[in-house]
């Protein structure tokens, strides 16, 4: 979700897709809008070899998707519980890390993201609904008092 | 917890796998101890480059986050829980 925006606040040349997608959003932005904060204005004017600060958290971003990526496998792989259990509650918390550090740079303006369109969401809603034909029982029949919704499989402890 | 696979021996069945490390524990136990180790690392070492104080703040608190997950972790390994199991579990099994 969030990857798309990654480079947006780079002075970087951009290239031709790249400038054929700024063309779309500012075609698009006429419809929608943008969703960013200032920057604080700590990163250093002129960007060097020197890494920063915003270097620093993407990083440390980096690493925790990639280890939300690694205990997802481990989670599945293991084999008593009490393992699954310890990997599963540190799976979520790095998932809670990942969130916290994507908040933390939003909050200082490192990211920008873009509305929909309100036509667009319409359509694909619009879409589907109609698809919900599809499900052998239909919408109003998921109600608990129906039998068929008060199976509950068998718990492992 | 091991009156259970008593209780279970008797009609020989395990509804769970007893608390010994598979091969394939092991391995992933190696692997997601490593990671923890270097991000706990780059995290400090981040900390201490960074000048922000708020951004120095949050990164020791990661470096912590990752040290506690690296504990829990190796919790797993500690040197007489695997023998204990596998007696436990071979009594009851025979």
Known sequence: MYNQNFQSGYQQRPSYQQEQQQNYQQQQAQQSMQIKNPQTGQLPRVKDTEMNDRDRLNDMLATEKYLTDGYNVFARETSYTALHQDVLRILSETHQETRNLFSFMFNQGWYSLQAESTQQIAQVQQQFNNYQTQFVQSPHMTDSKFESQTYQPQMFK | ?94
């Open chain 2, 1 to 94: 917890m091991f009156n259970q696979y008593q209780y279970q021996q008797k009609q020989q069945h395990y509804s769970e796998p007893p608390e010994i490390i598979t091969n394939k524990d092991l391995l992933y136990l190696q692997d997601a101890l490593s990671w923890e180790l270097i991000a706990s690392k780059k995290a400090h070492h981040y900390s201490m480059e960074s000048e922000n104080h708020q951004i120095k703040q949050h990164l020791e608190y990661l470096a912590n986050v990752h040290q506690r997950h690296y504990q829990t972790l190796l919790e797993h390994l500690q040197p007489n829980r695997q023998q204990q199991n596998i007696n436990q579990y071979s009594q009851y099994r025979n």
